[in-house]
């Protein structure tokens, strides 16, 4: 049984932990929250900061909107790894007694015009990393979110949020909080219920960068059974319209040290052997592409078909698949996977120009390769085999 496999089965067993919504919570929060499924306790909660400038304030009453936004957002997640095949698993939190989330109230060192959208990363990161070291054992994983007030001046402001950093970056993601933040906006057709749509479809699919997601889009059939991906256009879709994760996505999630169960001993992203690809091929037959890798030292394969461009922000149309696998021998498996050519939804190409496909190989630490290759449609004659013997560079994380 693959390690993986046993972890989630013993996972199962695991009490699953059913939080009451917290009384002081808003009416519309609590009708929002009222299906919640129970979510399993964490080995490593996610860090959620709230960073201000040494000049500015907290937005009004954030401990209490924001707490209901991240409950929102945790039950997206426990909700489609459940329907994944995942119970109950989503990113842990921490928590105060009341209910509400911990936020670690971070005061930079600068103003907080300093910590513009385009630059301010790095200065931000800087002085989380010194309230870190300065607050032992405080920074409980290695993925933080941090949420900043929206900037106020000629361009933004609590109607036209903006102007602070907003995007995924390694294991940090960064996200923004105005005035009108608050669940009790959601759905409605005004604009404050549109922003909310922008702005939390924004946190949910940074978040998933942060928590090692890169883009993806959904098959022809899953999304027209189940709408928009999170990692795809799902940022402007989530709480309006059908949403979710891909088993693409879902793998990779099992596989991230805040997704872990309470249990999980993993050492998640430290130094093992690079996965050993032995093996792969891929064949046109009728109108299926099919692929076989044959590697060592993975969990999951899963498989990302996109016309070029490939470049970050790029890649929305990387239609989602996963392998199956099947072991080969000396610690080696084979992982195949067909592709309908009639599901790749986005795909532009008629049959005759560039195709890429990205192989994702994840290991069980959580580690991540990624290798790519591109080939013609004109090339492939149906029925051969053609091997793949220099798909092109493997590189490490995505």
Same mark, same amino acid.
Not at 217 to 246: I, Q, R
């Given at each position: 049984? !693959?390690?993986?496999?046993?972890?989630?089965?013993?996972?199962? /067993?695991?009490?699953?932990?059913?939080?009451?919504?917290?009384?002081?919570?808003?009416?519309?929060?609590?009708?929002?929250?009222?299906?919640?499924?129970?979510?399993?306790? +964490?080995?490593?909660?996610?860090?959620?900061?709230?960073?201000?400038?040494?000049?500015?304030?907290?937005?009004?009453?954030?401990?209490?909107?924001?707490?209901?936004?991240?409950?929102?957002?945790?039950?997206?997640?426990?909700?489609?790894?459940?329907?994944?095949?995942?119970?109950?698993?989503?990113?842990?939190?921490?928590?105060?007694?009341? +209910?509400?989330?911990?936020?670690?109230?971070?005061?930079?060192?600068?103003?907080?015009?300093?910590?513009?959208?385009?630059?301010?990363?790095?200065?931000?990161?800087?002085?989380?990393?010194?309230?870190?070291?300065?607050?032992?054992?405080?920074?409980?994983?290695?993925?933080? =979110?941090?949420?900043?007030?929206? @900037?106020?001046?000629?361009?933004?402001?609590?109607?036209?949020?903006? +102007?602070?950093?907003?995007?995924?970056?390694?294991?940090?993601?960064?996200?923004?909080?105005?005035?009108? @933040?608050? /669940?009790?906006?959601?759905?409605?057709?005004?604009?404050?219920?549109?922003?909310?749509?922008?702005?939390?479809?924004?946190?949910?699919?940074?978040?998933?960068?942060?928590?090692?997601?890169?883009?993806? #889009?959904?098959?022809?059939?899953?999304?027209?059974?189940?709408?928009?991906?999170?990692?795809?256009?799902?940022?402007?879709?989530?709480?309006?319209?059908?949403?979710?994760?891909?088993?693409?996505?879902?793998?990779?999630?099992?596989?991230?040290?805040?997704?872990?169960?309470?249990?999980?001993?993993?050492? @998640?992203?430290?130094?093992?052997?690079?996965?050993?690809?032995?093996?792969?091929? /891929?064949?046109? #037959? +009728?109108?299926?592409?099919? =692929?076989?890798?044959?590697?060592?030292?993975?969990?999951?394969?899963?498989?990302?078909?996109?016309?070029?461009?490939?470049?970050?922000?790029?890649?929305?149309?990387?239609?989602?698949?996963?392998?199956?696998?099947?072991?080969?021998?000396?610690?080696?498996?084979?992982?195949?996977?067909?592709?309908?050519?009639? #599901? =790749?939804?986005?795909?532009?190409?008629?049959?005759?120009?560039?195709?890429?496909?990205?192989?994702?190989?994840?290991? !069980?630490?959580?580690?991540?390769?990624?290798?790519?290759?591109? @080939?013609?449609?004109?090339?492939?004659? !149906?029925?051969?085999?053609?091997? =793949?013997?220099?798909?092109?560079?493997?590189?490490?994380?995505?």
């Amino acid at each position: 049984m !693959k390690t993986t496999t046993l972890i989630a089965a013993v996972s199962m /067993l695991l009490p699953l932990v059913q939080a009451a919504v917290p009384s002081h919570f808003s009416d519309r929060a609590k009708e929002i929250l009222s299906d919640s499924v129970a979510v399993q306790p +964490g080995e490593h909660p996610l860090n959620i900061v709230y960073f201000l400038g040494n000049d500015n304030e907290p937005v009004a009453d954030y401990e209490r909107r924001l707490s209901e936004i991240m409950h929102y957002v945790q039950q997206f997640y426990a909700k489609e790894m459940t329907r994944n095949g995942f119970p109950g698993r989503s990113f842990g939190m921490q928590m105060l007694e009341n +209910g509400n989330v911990k936020f670690h109230l971070v005061r930079g060192k600068h103003p907080h015009r300093e910590y513009a959208y385009a630059t301010g990363h790095g200065k931000c990161l800087e002085d989380i990393r010194e309230y870190a070291a300065a607050h032992a054992n405080t920074i409980c994983s290695d993925h933080i =979110l941090v949420i900043m007030p929206t @900037f106020h001046d000629e361009e933004y402001n609590d109607l036209q949020p903006g +102007g602070v950093p907003f995007y995924g970056l390694g294991r940090n993601c960064f996200a923004l909080d105005y005035a009108h @933040f608050d /669940l009790r906006h959601l759905g409605q057709n005004t604009h404050e219920g549109r922003l909310l749509t922008k702005w939390l479809g924004g946190l949910a699919h940074e978040l998933g960068h942060g928590l090692n997601l890169p883009h993806n #889009e959904g098959t022809v059939s899953e999304k027209a059974a189940l709408g928009t991906p999170l990692m795809g256009a799902g940022n402007y879709t989530l709480g309006m319209k059908p949403t979710y994760l891909t088993l693409n996505s879902a793998r990779l999630l099992d596989r991230c040290q805040v997704f872990a169960p309470a249990g999980d001993k993993t050492e @998640f992203y430290s130094e093992c052997p690079a996965p050993q690809v032995q093996a792969s091929s /891929l064949k046109w #037959e +009728g109108d299926t592409l099919k =692929l076989a890798v044959t590697c060592s030292n993975c969990e999951y394969v899963n498989v990302l078909v996109q016309d070029p461009p490939y470049q970050v922000n790029q890649d929305y149309d990387a239609v989602a698949f996963c392998t199956e696998a099947q072991p080969a021998a000396d610690g080696f498996c084979t992982y195949t996977l067909t592709i309908p050519v009639a #599901e =790749l939804a986005a795909r532009r190409n008629t049959g005759k120009a560039e195709q890429g496909i990205d192989i994702l190989l994840v290991q !069980k630490n959580g580690n991540r390769y990624r290798w790519r290759t591109v @080939f013609d449609w004109s090339t492939l004659k !149906k029925d051969d085999v053609i091997p =793949l013997t220099n798909p092109g560079q493997m590189w490490q994380g995505y």
